[in-house]
């Protein structure tokens, strides 16, 4: 374990009994892409890492309850998604969650939401057609978009102006949503969401919102679920899924909400018969149900954990450097600092963390923000308190 790393030393945090987020789960060895995948991306291996969008923690008790369980049938063959107990779950989790109704008969199955993303811009869009998205922007989405062939064009977030103009381009056929934003962490107003599908009405544009990360907003934000501003049967879709909030993304699996029938048939169509996938994965469907019908308590803890976590990273930001005004994400576990008002050269900072602090931090750059970094503090306190020490001590090795 790499130097700085103190096993369960750290602060104690009020968190209910049943669950200890403090005690480190060893993740080497188990084909894990933040742990054992570090030197493929950083070309050094046994960095201690705060990379991809994982969190280090045992997803909640109650979900690997019904995965035991599950597993204990011993039967593991095809399987649908279009049952009572997954819909009714999704619809539970609306309700109860965000105080939606939702109409399970939109609701479509994806291996994941990258996935249902390149099928839907698959539908909407054509080769050389612009897909429009906020900057800085998750990188899987610009693989997904360019990867088709298609135009990824930015608009920095918050630039209404700037969203209008790329909108009314003739040959911009998506708008893809991410809500709340990844990398930044901003939860959308009501007021904003309605504003944007204006927009993307009034230019004819289909909008795929992205609400992976909505179940981690924090507490003084609120979530508002695209589903509930929608044109009805226009032309939208939800993608989202259980995976992130609850960490169990290698279980694969997502759903989506269509709002147009034919466009929803097309869909399924696609997945079923273009795709050969029309058998999902079962524990992922044990999963979902289990999270949604017996998982707030556990989520409304390692929220509230990773909260105490980024007020740690504001804590010592604060201190060492006060020019940063740096202030926690309203959703998430990603802490996104802006490290440019220190005028610290990124290839340095890099080559600092890695050669010297042996940790591995993702540069902002891989998100088209040179000067942020992206440092995930989804993990125990202690890991947590050795990632914004080493952070601390580059930035402070560089100014020095």
């Given at each position: 374990?790499?130097?700085?790393?103190?096993?369960?030393?750290?602060?104690?945090?009020?968190?209910?009994?049943?669950?200890?987020?403090?005690?480190?789960?060893?993740?080497?060895?188990t084909?894990?892409?933040?742990?054992?995948?570090?030197?493929?991306?950083?070309?050094?291996?046994?960095?201690?890492?705060?990379?991809?969008?994982?969190?280090?923690?045992?997803?909640?008790?109650?979900?690997?309850?019904?995965?035991?369980a599950?597993?204990?049938h011993?039967?593991?063959?095809?399987?649908?998604w279009?049952?009572e107990?997954?819909?009714?779950?999704?619809?539970?989790?609306?309700?109860?969650?965000?105080?939606?109704g939702?109409?399970?008969?939109?609701?479509?199955?994806?291996?994941?939401?990258l996935?249902?993303l390149?099928?839907?811009?698959?539908?909407?869009?054509?080769?050389?057609?612009?897909?429009?998205?906020?900057?800085?922007?998750?990188?899987?989405?610009r693989?997904?978009?360019?990867?088709?062939?298609?135009?990824?064009?930015?608009?920095?977030?918050?630039?209404?102006?700037?969203?209008?103009r790329?909108?009314?381009?003739a040959?911009?056929?998506?708008?893809v949503?991410?809500?709340?934003?990844?990398?930044?962490g901003?939860?959308?107003?009501?007021?904003?969401?309605?504003?944007?599908?204006?927009?993307?009405?009034?230019?004819?544009?289909?909008?795929?919102?992205?609400?992976?990360?909505?179940?981690?907003?924090h507490d003084?934000?609120?979530?508002?679920?695209y589903v509930r501003?929608?044109?009805?049967?226009g032309?939208?879709?939800?993608?989202?899924?259980?995976?992130k909030?609850?960490?169990?993304?290698?279980?694969?699996?997502?759903?989506?909400?269509?709002?147009?029938p034919?466009?929803?048939?097309?869909?399924?169509?696609?997945?079923?018969?273009?795709?050969?996938l029309?058998?999902?994965?079962?524990?992922?469907?044990?999963a979902?149900?289990?999270?949604?019908?017996?998982?707030?308590?556990?989520?409304?803890?390692?929220?509230?954990?990773?909260?105490?976590?980024?007020?740690?990273?504001?804590?010592?930001?604060?201190?060492?450097?006060?020019?940063?005004?740096?202030e926690?994400?309203?959703?998430?576990y990603?802490?996104?600092?802006?490290?440019?008002?220190?005028?610290?050269?990124d290839?340095?900072?890099q080559r600092?963390?890695?050669?010297?602090?042996?940790?591995?931090?993702?540069?902002?750059?891989?998100?088209?923000?040179?000067?942020f970094?992206?440092?995930?503090?989804?993990?125990?306190?202690s890991?947590?308190?050795?990632?914004?020490?080493?952070?601390?001590?580059?930035?402070?090795?560089?100014?020095?």
């Open positions: 374990m790499p130097e700085g790393f103190r096993g369960i030393e750290g602060t104690a945090v009020s968190t209910p009994a049943r669950y200890d987020f403090d005690t480190v789960i060893d993740r080497r060895g084909w894990c892409v933040q742990w054992d995948g570090v030197a493929e991306r950083f070309g050094v291996d046994g960095l201690l890492p705060f990379t991809i969008s994982d969190m280090d923690f045992e997803t909640a008790p109650e979900v690997l309850t019904a995965l035991r599950r597993l204990d011993g039967v593991l063959g095809y399987t649908t279009q049952h107990e997954f819909l009714s779950a999704i619809a539970h989790w609306y309700a109860t969650r965000y105080g939606t939702l109409d399970t008969g939109r609701v479509v199955y994806g291996p994941s939401v996935s249902q390149s099928q839907l811009v698959r539908m909407w869009t054509a080769e050389g057609e612009g897909v429009v998205v906020h900057t800085p922007t998750y990188d899987g989405f693989k997904a978009v360019t990867g088709l062939g298609r135009e990824l064009r930015g608009v920095p977030v918050g630039d209404t102006a700037a969203l209008d790329e909108l009314a381009r040959d911009a056929k998506v708008l949503l991410c809500s709340p934003h990844n990398p930044t901003r939860v959308w107003t009501e007021a904003e969401l309605r504003e944007m599908a204006g927009l993307a009405r009034r230019h004819g544009v289909a909008v795929v919102c992205d609400e992976i990360h909505a179940d981690f907003v003084g934000y609120t979530h508002v679920p501003i929608a044109d009805g049967e032309r939208w879709a939800v993608i989202t899924s259980a995976s909030a609850f960490n169990f993304p290698a279980l694969t699996g997502s759903y989506g909400i269509i709002g147009n034919a466009d929803r048939a097309e869909y399924l169509r696609r997945m079923e018969t273009a795709e050969g029309a058998s999902p994965a079962v524990l992922s469907l044990t979902h149900i289990a999270a949604y019908r017996s998982g707030a308590a556990w989520l409304d803890a390692v929220r509230a954990y990773t909260a105490e976590n980024l007020a740690l990273v504001a804590q010592r930001l604060g201190v060492a450097f006060p020019e940063l005004a740096w926690p994400p309203q959703a998430g990603l802490a996104w600092i802006d490290l440019r008002p220190l005028g610290v050269d290839e340095a900072l600092v963390l890695i050669e010297r602090e042996k940790v591995a931090i993702m540069p902002g750059a891989v998100y088209g923000a040179p000067g970094v992206r440092l995930n503090v989804g993990c125990a306190r890991k947590a308190e050795a990632g914004i020490s080493a952070l601390v001590r580059a930035l402070g090795t560089l100014r020095g």
